[in-house]
């Protein structure tokens, strides 16, 4: 289904269209909300709230402003990012790391998930020392660019140039599975 | 604006993370449908974001699925009752008499061409890989020289930071000399100490490199005796280095300590003196 009809699906409540999105993007947009959330009851109990954002709130989604993906994983970011620093949760839980998840992923599936030959693991051990802490802190730990330039007290044009350099990576290294 | 400094900008990245302010969000949009090359970058980005999305995430339970979907439920639009509308009738099926084409001559023609489509596949197949893997090689490099650049941009910021300090600073310059000691002669090492906020950096001007098992350690005197105040760097020549603060000091010194330096120095291989004026 193009992007296109998923959303004319999504706008005229349609169930089957619902369905469709769901099996294509539950995986990757639970895994936005997993990483930052470590607890497994909580990071569902998100996830279910911001799917049923994202169904109900589909006629506020402008096209000419970015891609469906991207939108809907801001509404997952932002709801794990909220639920993470709201007070019921942040006693809690630990701080998430990129091993601690990787680790996770392994134990629970009892082998490492391969996806045609590259792994989780094999993708993080591409970047480099600042790339890796960007990563950790921006996609696991869910800091926002500047929280991360005041915090560790490093320039914002360097977090930016980071930032790209890490997904560069991970784009390069995703481009040949 | 140069559209690859655009694209380079790191902006692209933070508008997909949702990081941008309004205005930010909105000039990211203009520019990306004023230029293809930044809508493509931004497509790719998503893409790849997506995949890493995908690749990091284990499916939600099967619970879950159906807890949404009870949520949901009272959202979908009922499902409209199967039409009753007929069958359309299907079209009467003719049955044409076709006359009988000459298919042999069409059929080695079509061979002639797959055979000649698959050998062109092969060979920019071939080609394709082969520039793939140039192109991934220079992504590499290009890679490494922008974290080369940015080591250099942390530097220099570190050493503006230094400079601004040592200009804004009330700082005292103190020689300290090897002549008078029997360790290294030419050996020359300045400090530049600001009283008043306690700061104390040392630039090497000639100092032997020591062996792995030694340290270089630089003592403030005051009327307590000497005071460790770090480890100095011969090989760094000329750049600042950033000792402890010392609120008060008659006189400064270095002497060779074992590695990781001592607690009081050893007299025998004092290598520097200087009095401060």
Wanted: charged share 30%.
């Amino acid at each position: 289904m193009q992007e296109e009809e998923i959303i004319a699906g999504l706008r005229a409540r349609d169930r089957k269209t619902t369905e469709y999105l769901y099996e294509k993007y539950s995986r990757a947009l639970f895994a936005v909300i997993s990483r930052i959330i470590t607890d497994q009851d909580i990071a569902e109990e998100v996830f279910h709230d911001a799917f049923i954002k994202i169904t109900r709130k589909i006629d506020s989604y402008e096209e000419s402003k970015g891609r469906l993906y991207t939108w809907m994983a801001n509404i997952c970011r932002n709801s794990a990012i909220d639920k993470l620093r709201s007070k019921e949760i942040s006693q809690t839980t630990k701080t998430n790391t990129i091993d601690d998840f990787v680790f996770g992923l392994e134990s629970q599936s009892g082998t490492m998930e391969q996806v045609e030959g590259i792994g989780v693991r094999e993708l993080m051990n591409q970047l480099n020392e600042d790339q890796r802490f960007i990563i950790e802190y921006i996609y696991f730990q869910g800091y926002t660019h500047s929280e991360l330039s005041e915090e560790f007290d490093i320039p914002l044009g360097t977090v930016k140039s980071r930032v790209r350099a890490a997904l560069q990576v991970l784009k390069k290294n995703l481009e040949r599975i | 604006m140069n559209i690859q400094e655009y694209i380079e900008s790191g902006k692209l990245e933070l508008f997909l993370l949702g990081e941008l302010t309004e205005r930010e969000r909105e000039e990211v949009i203009a520019m990306a449908k004023a230029h293809p090359q930044i809508q493509e970058e931004l497509d790719a980005l998503e893409q790849s974001m997506f995949a890493f999305d995908e690749l990091t995430g284990k499916k939600p339970s099967p619970q879950l699925k159906e807890k949404i979907f009870a949520s949901l439920e009272e959202d979908f639009k009922k499902e409209e009752a199967p039409k009753k509308a007929p069958a359309p009738n299907p079209a009467p099926v003719e049955t044409k008499v076709v006359k009988l084409t000459p298919w042999k001559s069409f059929a080695a023609a079509a061979s002639l061409v797959a055979v000649l489509a698959s050998a062109a596949a092969i060979y920019f197949a071939g080609k394709f890989y082969e520039t793939d893997q140039k192109f991934t090689a220079l992504l590499q490099d290009q890679q490494v020289m922008a974290d080369n650049l940015n080591q250099v941009k942390l530097q220099y910021e570190e050493t503006d930071n230094r400079l601004d300090r040592l200009v804004a600073g009330d700082f005292r310059r103190v020689e300290m000399k090897g002549e008078a000691l029997p360790m290294q002669k030419d050996a020359k090492v300045d400090v530049f100490w600001d009283q008043k906020v306690q700061e104390v950096f040392v630039a090497v001007n000639n100092l032997n490199s020591l062996s792995e098992e030694f340290d270089y350690q630089l003592w403030a005197i005051g009327k307590d005796g000497p005071v460790g105040i770090g480890l100095v760097n011969p090989g760094e020549k000329f750049t600042l280095q950033q000792m402890q603060a010392v609120a008060e000091a008659g006189a400064f010194a270095i002497t060779i300590e074992p590695k990781g330096g001592s607690q009081s120095p050893t007299l025998e291989k004092l290598v520097v003196l200087g009095e401060v004026a």
